[in-house]
Nanobody, 126 residues
C-alpha cells in the first residue's frame, strides 16, 4: 500500500519561504493525484493545492493562490509545495494526500483522498 512521508516543515519568520516535500513509497505515487492540506491549531483541515494525474494540472485554494506552488517529480516519487510570503495565519500542520479516483485539478476535499502522510509542522512567527 502506498505510503506518504512529508518533510521540510519548521519555524519561519513572516514573509519567509519554505519548501515542503511529500515522498511516495513506490511507483504508484506517480499515477495518482496528490494534494496538500493543512490544519491550523483548533481548526478543521483545509485543502490548499493539488496536482492531478494524468495531466499534471494544478489547482489552489484562494488562501494560498499566488504564494504557494505545487509541483511533482515522478522520477523521484516526490511532490513539493513551495511556500512564499508566509504569514502567521499559514501556521498549521501540513499533510500530503493521494487520491486514486480524482483525475482533475480542483481544490482538494478531504473525503476525496484516501492515503495520508503523518504531517509536518509549519510555524510562522517572529
Amino acid at each position: 500500500q502506498l505510503q506518504l512521508v512529508e518533510s521540510g516543515g519548521g519555524l519561519v519568520q513572516p514573509g519567509g519561504s519554505l519548501t515542503l516535500s511529500c515522498a511516495g513509497s513506490d511507483r504508484a505515487f506517480s499515477a495518482v493525484t496528490i494534494a496538500w492540506f493543512r490544519q491550523p491549531p483548533g481548526k478543521g483541515r483545509e485543502g490548499i493545492a493539488c496536482v492531478s494525474y494524468p495531466d499534471g494540472r494544478t489547482a489552489y485554494a484562494d488562501s494560498v493562490k499566488g504564494r504557494f506552488t505545487i509541483s511533482r517529480d515522478n522520477a523521484e516519487n516526490k511532490v513539493y509545495l513551495q511556500m512564499n510570503d508566509l504569514q502567521p495565519e499559514d501556521t498549521a500542520v501540513y499533510y500530503c494526500a493521494a487520491s486514486a479516483w480524482i483525475a482533475i485539478a480542483t481544490v482538494p476535499r478531504t473525503h476525496d483522498y484516501d492515503t495520508w502522510g503523518q504531517g509536518t509542522q509549519v510555524t510562522v512567527s517572529s
